[in-house]
Nanobody
Framework: QVRLVESGGGVVQAGGSLSLSCTAS??????????VGWFRQAPGKEREFVGN???????TAAVPVRGRFTASRDNAKRTAYLHMTGLKPEDTATYFC?????????????????WGQGTQVTVSS
């Protein structure tokens, strides 16, 4: 069992930056070996993959956010981060973190086992 708590969401102007945190409480799971993924969902839209960071700390990012968003992690703190820069109004969504034991889970949200409750990010124009 992995319990995830996101934080750091808020309202920011277009062009601004925001960093989200995802802190894990694990029972029987080694956080260091988990891949942490980030997804977002806007009202009326499907859940969308944003990026992830596997155990080795090498992040991936989806094309719409590549060059603007970066996933990272601090295993000692059992916390993953999503650093967002150059925010656009279309980035407005609820952002979720999730974990999986798979290293190459990619964008398939069905591959992720545990999810946080989400944190709202609103980008004003």
């Amino acid at each position: 069992q992995v319990r995830l708590v996101e934080s750091g969401g808020g309202v920011v102007q277009a062009g601004g930056s925001l960093s989200l945190s995802c802190t894990a409480s694990t029972s029987g799971n080694n956080f260091n070996g988990l891949t942490v993924g980030w997804f977002r969902q806007a009202p009326g839209k499907e859940r969308e993959f944003v990026g992830n960071v596997p155990y080795n700390g090498v992040p991936t990012a989806a094309v719409p956010v590549r060059g603007r968003f970066t996933a990272s992690r601090d295993n000692a703190k059992r916390t993953a981060y999503l650093h967002m820069t150059g925010l656009k109004p279309e980035d407005t969504a609820t952002y979720f973190c999730a974990t999986t034991r798979l290293v190459f889970a990619g964008s398939d949200f069905n591959a992720y086992d545990f999810w946080g409750q989400g944190t709202q990010v609103t980008v004003s124009s």
